[in-house]
């Protein structure tokens, strides 16, 4: 990047099409978007236990991202594993640790689940390790500061 966060969110502030700059800066952050999905999902099958079916009920997670610019401190891009269970969300960062809940020999009453430990990082490790997403930052914010300086 040319220069810092903060005058990168001062002049997108002062700018008067900054909207049409942030629509586009959103859409090339998100254009490797698909390929992380597919890492991460195919790391959650690889590395999760098959028995049971837990790999493949975490890969098929919604894996989203969001990109923020209200201030130098705030900005940046999430992304983020969801998945509803039978009775709200599940915790897939619990997993991502290393530990899941199960019912004990199927039974599902309140005193009948244990807590197991699993593989950790289905979701971070991939995740970190993308070189394209952080090419792809970098690119769009040194195009939206050479659209904001051109006018």
Known sequence: MATSMTAFIAELRAFDGRR?????????INKPLPALRDKI????????????????????????SSVRYASARTAGVKIKGSRQSTRGKSDLQ??????????????????????????????????????????????AVDEAFDQIRRG
């Open 20 to 28: 049409v700059v942030v629509r586009a800066l959103r859409r090339k």
């Open 41 to 64: 999902r195919e790391h959650a099958v690889t590395i999760l236990p098959h028995g049971g079916g837990l790999g493949a009920w975490v890969a098929a997670a919604r894996i989203s």
């Open 94 to 139: 619990r997993i991502d640790a290393g530990t899941v809940r199960a019912p004990s020999w199927g039974r599902r009453s309140a005193g009948s689940w244990h807590v197991q430990t699993v593989p950790s990082g289905w979701f971070t490790t991939p995740a970190s390790d993308n070189a394209q997403w952080v090419s792809a930052i970098e690119s």
